[in-house]
């Protein structure tokens, strides 16, 4: 089950489509609107870029106590923390596992408001908490389609996400070929006679750590043993004693 993301008043139908598309990223599909001021659009459709399925099941009704009627936990979203009543306050990494549990007995959802002025109190009235994202007080004004991505990133997260990352295109060299690395470099720096002072005695130790973090493959040590093995035929060649 989907989290609900209602969008009240949008003004900007671009602001749908982008919308769209920040939640088709990371997985969520359901999208209610809330009058909006143009909808459909071909400017919402421009803008989902590939999300056009979610506008397409877009539920759109007048009011938001109708899309939240059947919801058990229902959380606005504001650019600035409100003083005059009491609401309580979550982060939106905070508000992500709370909706996660709370869709599984009833429909949650997270509401957004209009562009210019975002959630009225009125609106806040059929919630349960603020979801506030913290920004820097130069300038803290996020628009709808940004607000829509975080807090859709982090239910992504909350849900298991993970980047994805390149697998290695080859195995990690074994440890004896990195101790040969290791040796030819020891040799090159003797014939240079190379010395860092404040690696002192332990300059191999660390040279050893440094391709241990870059965690080399085959084919990149032999490029590096390949570089050594250069340097010395180019000393050889200048006249330089092996």
Request: charged share 20%; net charge positive; hydrophobic share 45%.
């Amino acid at each position: 089950m989907s989290i609900r993301f209602i969008l009240v008043a949008t003004r900007h139908p671009g602001n749908i489509g982008a919308a769209a598309r920040a939640m088709k990223t990371m997985g969520q599909a359901e999208l209610w609107l809330v009058a909006p001021a143009a909808f459909p659009s071909a400017e919402a459709s421009a803008l989902a870029s590939g999300a056009d399925d979610l506008l397409a099941r877009a539920r759109v009704v007048g009011t938001l106590a109708e899309a939240v009627a059947d919801c058990g936990l229902v959380l606005g979203t504001s650019a600035r923390l409100r003083s005059e009543y009491y609401w309580p306050v979550l982060t939106p990494r905070e508000a992500a596992p709370r909706l996660l549990a709370a869709r599984a007995s009833a429909p949650a959802a997270l509401v957004f408001g209009t562009e210019r002025t975002g959630l009225s109190n009125a609106d806040f009235d059929l919630c349960h908490g603020l979801v506030h994202i913290a920004a820097h007080p130069d300038y803290e004004s996020l628009n709808l389609a940004q607000a829509v991505q975080i807090l859709a990133y982090e239910l992504y997260c909350a849900t298991g996400g993970e980047a994805r990352r390149p697998r290695r295109g080859a195995p990690l060299a074994p440890v004896a070929e990195l101790q040969r690395l290791r040796t030819h470099a020891g040799e090159v720096l003797a014939e240079i006679r190379f010395a860092d002072r404040r690696a002192g005695p332990h300059l191999l130790r660390r040279l050893a750590r440094i391709f241990g973090r870059a965690e080399l493959d085959q084919h990149e040590v032999n490029i590096l043993r390949g570089v050594l093995t250069a340097v010395q035929a180019r000393r050889r060649r200048a006249g330089s004693p092996p």
